[in-house]
């Protein structure tokens, strides 16, 4: 479970750094079509982090919760993507 921990805050930490980059990025170029681009690889790179580190909380869990539970939370992160990737 630690691990688990682990992974997910350095992700976390990895995907604020990201964010931080691409907002300095955006001020640097100062240019309205550099920060679309940046900003359209945010929309990917974000649901990826947030898979992986659900992937990485639900692993960590696997022994603690029912298939069940499981799969509702499976089934609210594709509900998450599909509203963001729409």
Do not use: Y
């Not at 240019?31 to 982090?49: C, E, Q, R, S």
């Not at 869990?61 to 594709?78: E, N, P």
Request: glycine share 12%; hydrophobic share 65%.
């Amino acid at each position: 479970m630690i691990h688990s921990v682990l992974v997910m805050g350095l992700l976390r930490i990895l995907s604020g750094v990201i964010e931080l980059i691409a907002g300095v990025l955006i001020l640097v170029f100062r240019d309205l079509k550099t920060a679309m681009l940046i900003n359209a690889f945010l929309a990917i790179v974000g649901p990826i982090i947030l898979v992986v580190t659900m992937t990485a909380g639900l692993i960590g869990l696997a022994g603690d919760l029912s298939i069940t539970k499981i799969l509702f939370i499976v089934i609210g992160v594709g509900f998450i993507l599909i509203g963001t990737l729409s």
